[in-house]
């Protein structure tokens, strides 16, 4: 079923004081099946989200695909992006510990832990290790211990938020394809965490019921970052993500949230899928 995103919903207004580490907010259990309507009760997902567990779910999954000590595998995978410059331990121990390999078709898991993409459905594809790596060393630098509250815009197939998930306090992580949504929640069973919210809607405008958030990361570029997704970062919180810059190339760049505004830092060249508006 196809839904306009909710272009005209208020976005609240972002605090002042730094609060990414308050409780978060409260949810209706299960929406699922919510109507295709954006609702927009206070407490509800008015911004066009439908909010879905990840875990807890029992599962026997056994591990699939790689032929080999996946383990091992991980570890030079892990001493490459270390090679590559990735010195974040948080990082380097998330990337150690989530199994690529289940996040991908079992005819391309023996590619799993190469530094690639590799398509996931719909013409999307999971971010190379290297990038996922670099983003959320980005996000984290110079904070100590798991940050709070992140929204990881760009589900996909659930890798980059399992990641997530070791570094972070909570992780809204969004996906504007229903097949997409699903299938990162059918991935994300096995692996129980608690900590990750999967939402199916436009990450356009944000998921202000969470905000504000410690860090917003993207894994789809546009021509710009939308407003909302700066209102909605918190006070210290980093936003990254690719933006097509005047030179028409996507480049990484880089947000800070200070007191008295914000410090904006355009870095390397990269290539996302694009940012697209509404669902599907
Ligand atoms: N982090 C993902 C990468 C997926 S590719 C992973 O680990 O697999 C980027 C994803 O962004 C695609 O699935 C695409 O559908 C999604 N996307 C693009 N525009 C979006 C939007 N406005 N809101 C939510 N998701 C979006």
Redesign the pocket.
Known sequence: MKRSGPASLPVRSAPTAPAANRPRPAFPVRLDTAPAAPISKPGATSAGAVRSAAAPVASTTAPRGVGMDSVAVRQAMVRKLQAQGISHPGVLGAMQAVERHR?VDSALANQAYEDTSLP?GLG????KPSVVARMLELLCQGREGRIGRVL?????????AAVLSHLVQEVYS????RA?HEKARDNLRAFRLANVHLLFG???PGYPQGAPYAGIVA??GGNDVPQAWIEQLAVGGRLVAPVVTDSGQQHLIVIERHAHGFRRSVLEPVLF?P???GVS
């Open positions: 996040f996931i999307q594809t999971i971010s990881d815009i760009g589900t996909g197939c659930g890798y980059q969004i996906e504007r394809l997409l436009d990450g356009m894994a789809a899928v940012l697209k508006s």
